[in-house]
Each structure stands twice: as C-alpha cells, then as structure tokens.
T-cell receptor, first 115, second 115 residues
Framework: GAVVSQHPSRVICKSGTSVKIECRSL??????MFWYRQFPKKSLMLMAT?????????EQGVEKDKFLINHASLTLSTLTVTSAHPEDSSFYIC???????????FGSGTRLTVV | AQTVTQSQPEMSVQEAETVTLSCTYD???????LFWYKQPPSRQMILVIR??????QNATENRFSVNFQKAAKSFSLKISDSQLGDTAMYFC????????????FGGGTRLMVKP
C-alpha cells in the first residue's frame, strides 16, 4: 500500500535552533501534503496544506514564518520549525492522499522536544 | 465551517464484547466522506473504515462497522468481538468533496479493552 515516510521520529533541540521534518511519499506522487500538530491526548489540528510547486496554505493562527513548509517535488515535503521554543514541543504528523478515493495516508509522526 | 464531535472522551469494554463509539458532524454539503482512524500508543494513524455519503449501505470491515445516519449527521463505529489490540484513541474525521481534501477530526475517544 501507499506509504508516507516521516523523519525523524524523535528530535530534541535547543531553544533558538531550527529543526527540519521530512515527509516522503514512497510509491506515489503526493501533489498535496497536510501537516498536523497533536498535543498529548488531544486531536490532530491542521497546521497547513502544501502543494507541490506553490506556496503552502496556513490555517488561522499558525505562524508561517515559524513553520516553514517546502514542497519542491511530488515526493517530498518538509516542515522547518524555525527558532524553536519550548512551546513548539509537540507531535507533528504529515498526511497525503495516494489516489482519488480519499484514502489518506499518514506519516509515523515526529515528536519534537525543545529544551 | 464543518465540525466533528465525539461526545465520549473515554470508553472501556471487556474483551470479546461489543462497543459503539459515537460521532456527529455538521455540514451543509451533500457530498462528503467520513472516516474512523485508530491511533494506538505508537501514534501511527491507521484507517479503520471509510464511508462515502452518497452510499446508503453502511461500510463494514471485518469486526468494524458503522451506522451512518445521514439525516441525523451521525456516524458511529461499532467494534465487535473487541480485542486487546483495539486499545487506542479513535478519531472520527470528515472531508467535503470540494474542500481541498482537508480532513477535520473529532476530539477523539480513548478506548480501553480490558482482559
């Protein structure tokens, strides 16, 4: 089946540094990638939608200068958390749609801890 | 804006018994898709079942079935013969056919299957 590979699975970084999270579609072309954030014991909140070759669309309240999204190819989308702070610590998940039957595929998630 | 509501934050069931998780949603559209996702402790999102709104027949996947009541905007998940491996967070999700494929999630129900 269609797979989205997300790396890293866990990352710890110091305040003020930047962290890049990658999501790759392994056996399909992901025209669109969705980026979610999930707090402990909470639901997934959509942060932004990235489309290959164009600027990402951010949800209300999400700082686009802090959460930089790049979708330069049909198989790779990246989320960079810039100048990370402890409040950015969270679980980040990407998702794509392999086909036209709305079968969303999710990455395995990245647990970010900012110290 | 569309909303998805899961009114049961936590539920428990004895192994081999049946449990039903509730989900209601709000939309003014006629064409849409509904999903149930499972998130085990690994936090990998796993598709459990999917329902197209234009289909009157309730979707079924082995021990998992839904009760889709379009007029009532209700989409409950029934798990039969519950297994210990069913212990997880369950999220109801919704997307409109013309909403750019964006998934909206409910708040989740934490299900514990007891031996």
């Amino acid at each position: 089946g269609a797979v989205v590979s997300q790396h890293p699975s866990r990352v710890i970084c110091k305040s003020g540094t930047s962290v890049k999270i990658e999501c790759r579609s392994l056996d399909f072309q992901a025209t669109t990638m969705f980026w979610y954030r999930q707090f402990p014991k909470k639901s997934l909140m959509l942060m932004a939608t990235s489309n290959e070759g164009s600027k990402a669309t951010y949800e209300q309240g999400v700082e686009k200068d802090k959460f930089l999204i790049n979708h330069a190819s049909l198989t790779l989308s990246t989320l960079t958390v810039t100048s990370a702070h402890p409040e950015d610590s969270s679980f980040y998940i990407c998702s794509a749609i392999p086909g036209r039957n709305y079968g969303y595929t999710f990455g395995s998630g990245t647990r970010l801890t900012v110290v | 804006a569309q909303t998805v509501t899961q009114s049961q934050p936590e539920m428990s069931v004895q192994e081999a018994e049946t449990v039903t998780l509730s989900c209601t949603y709000d939309t003014s559209e006629n064409n849409y898709y509904l999903f149930w996702y499972k998130q085990p402790p690994s936090r990998q999102m796993i598709l459990v079942i999917r329902q197209e709104a234009y289909k009157q027949q309730n979707a079924t996947e082995n021990r998992f079935s839904v009760n889709f009541q379009k007029a009532a905007k209700s989409f409950s998940l029934k798990i039969s013969d519950s297994q210990l491996g069913d212990t997880a967070m369950y999220f109801c999700a919704f997307t409109e056919s013309n909403a750019g494929n964006m998934l909206t999630f409910g708040g989740g129900t934490r299900l514990m299957v007891k031996p």
